[in-house]
DNA sequence: AATGAGCGC
């Protein structure tokens, strides 16, 4: 091992940050950034020459990347006190990316003694809650008499479980498209439902949105490669006013320690 | 802050 860079009468980095500028001691590294660009500037000596590495980063802004950027500025502690910026090699390894898989998830827990976590219980609340207050029931079949909010008047075709063509359904505002319940036929019932915390998923729509009527579709989006929640769903009901009354009451809904906006989904470009 | 996936025609 050829001691060139690790000259064992210099004990630190500390130590030789205060001979900078020496003759034959090389300078401390330096991290400056500028915009989104980081600069790099190291030295060292190979075959007896110095030699003098810039390197320059443009520094990610995506939201995954910022706490990365913020967990840079904590001190550094233990026996890698003095190190300079960024990782010592000697100490750390960056390895290929792990993927988890997370093996719990709400309904579980939900299932468990776990049930005395009073924040699980405190959400299935806020749900019914506002359920009644709308007059509704969760069992989305029977609604109770009196309740606050009257029935509305569509006829009763559905109900008798009779044939209704395609094109006679939602009152009728549906023309010449496909049987297949899953395309955009269903946009002008749909909504589009925002600032959703990233661990809400589809059944947690379902339970949030069902009292308002039968709903046709639910899309989640994610990240098609992390599965990460970006936030906003579309909820698809078969009937216009039932979505209606689902962006009435639920936009502005305290849901997740976060304010749900609901709106009108604009059709696709599809 | 933000308007959906992929496929076959």
New binding site residues.
């Given amino acids: 091992m050829p001691s060139i860079e690790y000259d064992d009468s210099k004990p630190s980095w500390a130590d030789q940050v205060e001979e900078e500028g020496d003759e034959g001691t090389l300078p401390s590294p330096k991290e400056t950034i500028k915009g989104n660009i980081k600069t790099v500037t190291e030295y060292k000596i190979e075959d007896g020459k110095k030699y003098k590495i810039v390197r320059t980063f443009k520094i990610e802004t995506r ?1 995954a990347s910022k706490a990365v950027a913020r967990r840079k500025n904590w001190k550094k502690f233990g026996n890698s006190e003095f190190d300079a910026p960024g990782p010592n090699v000697a100490t750390t390894t960056v390895s290929d990316d792990v993927f988890m898989t997370f093996v719990s998830n709400k309904e579980e827990f939900n299932s468990q003694e776990q049930d005395d976590d009073p924040m699980n219980k405190l959400k299935g609340q806020k749900i019914k809650e506002l359920a009644e207050q709308l007059g509704l029931s969760t069992g989305d079949k029977e609604k109770p008499a009196g309740s606050a909010e009257p029935e509305p008047a569509q006829p009763a075709q559905s109900k008798t479980g009779k044939y209704v063509p395609p094109s006679l359904r939602d009152g009728g505002t549906r023309r010449g498209e496909s049987m297949q319940p ?3 036929a269903d ?1 002008n019932a ?1 909504i ?1 439902v ?3 915390s ?1 661990d809400t998923r589809e059944t947690d729509l379902q339970e949030l949105f069902r009292p308002f009527g039968s709903i046709s ?1 639910i ?1 989640l ?1 994610k990240d ?1 490669n992390t599965g990460q929640s ?3 769903a ?1 909820i ?1 009901f078969h009937r216009r006013e039932d979505a209606a009354r689902a962006i009435a009451g639920v936009s502005g809904f305290g849901y997740d320690h976060l304010i749900l ?1 609901v ?8």
């Fill in positions: 939201k899953n395309r955009r946009d749909t589009r925002t600032n959703l990233e579709r899309y989006a098609k970006k936030g906003f579309f698809s906006n709106e009108w989904a604009k059709p696709s470009n599809n």
